[in-house]
């Protein structure tokens, strides 16, 4: 199958994009790496009136550090931050996430923003974004607003965002000193039925804080488990401690059911990899030395 006519636009800055976005007045896609949205045109779930293509926006393919802060913009691909050895030391999470993204074809030309527009319940890009409390920047004609990614979505690949606005940066703060992140696939980089992101500062006395948990593929978005959270901070990670914070999962997940898994399965799997992947952050950050300055922060 291929798509329905449409409307064709390359513009080369971000004022003409949203010029061109805000005439279509809801009609029109915003086209980045295209890795979603070309199949959906394909089969004709999306039959927009126009398509706006803003790869041709340099100022859109930008990574800046600005003290502890981390800003990437919409159009940075997959890979660059794969390969990126500033991101690797700045957002080592994102970093990793990335890597379990597709093949190497989707991460050439996927992109941040459009991962974070596309919305997928399963992404890691938005997982990632969510444990780490992102800001995503957009902008309109209106100008330019700051949306927290844990208030940008209200349903499965849905956002909040209005018809006329377009992702053009997401920033990141000081990551914490320790993450994990583990994902059950059918097969190798297929779309994850769960996926768990956790992340946290580990201080000279053995306890955590700041310690953060999301979940992927389970709900018809993805989800921070803020009553785990504040069970494992101020912990040691004990295996009782895990163990509680996982069981809590199963009274805010409501699980699909689709043709990679059953709505049981992943209500089986959920706290299981939050076991794990919680095991595997005390792990790592045991065979990793203490920065006496962060631990002297706690």
Not at 154 to 160: I, Q, W
Request: charged content about 25%; hydrophobic content about 45%.
């Amino acid at each position: 199958m291929k798509p329905s006519r449409f409307a064709y636009y390359r513009p080369s800055s971000v004022a003409e994009a949203v010029t061109t976005l805000q005439a279509h007045d809801g009609a029109a896609r915003v086209l980045a790496g295209g890795q979603s949205l070309t199949p959906m045109l394909n089969m004709r779930l999306w039959r927009p009136e126009a398509l706006i293509d803003i790869n041709d926006i340099d100022a859109l393919d930008h990574i800046d550090v600005d003290g502890p802060r981390t800003t990437l913009g919409a159009l940075v691909r997959y890979s660059t931050v794969e390969r990126s050895a500033l991101l690797a030391e700045r957002l080592p999470l994102l970093v990793e996430m990335v890597g379990h993204i597709g093949d190497r074809q989707v991460r050439n030309r996927g992109t941040v923003g459009g991962a974070l527009a596309h919305a997928d319940p399963t992404g890691e890009v938005l997982l990632a974004c969510l444990t780490l409390d992102a800001t995503v920047i957009v902008e309109s004609l209106k100008g330019v607003r700051r949306v927290p990614v844990t208030e940008l979505y209200d349903g499965s690949y849905s956002t909040v965002l209005a018809a006329d606005e377009i992702v053009t940066a997401v920033e990141f703060d000081r990551s914490p000193a320790h993450h994990a992140f583990g994902e059950i696939c059918r097969k190798h980089h297929d779309f994850a039925i769960v996926s768990v992101a956790v992340c946290g500062e580990l201080a000279s006395d053995g306890t955590w804080h700041d310690v953060r948990v999301g979940l992927g593929g389970v709900a018809d978005t993805a989800l921070r488990l803020s009553a785990a959270e504040a069970l494992l901070s101020g912990s040691t990670l004990a295996d009782e401690d895990i163990a509680a914070a996982a069981a809590l999962a199963l009274g805010v997940i409501d699980p699909p059911d689709d043709i990679r898994a059953s709505a049981d399965y992943r209500r089986h799997l959920t706290p299981i990899q939050i076991e794990r992947v919680l095991r595997d952050l005390r792990r790592r950050a045991a065979d990793t030395p203490i920065d006496i300055t962060r631990a002297g922060e706690q």
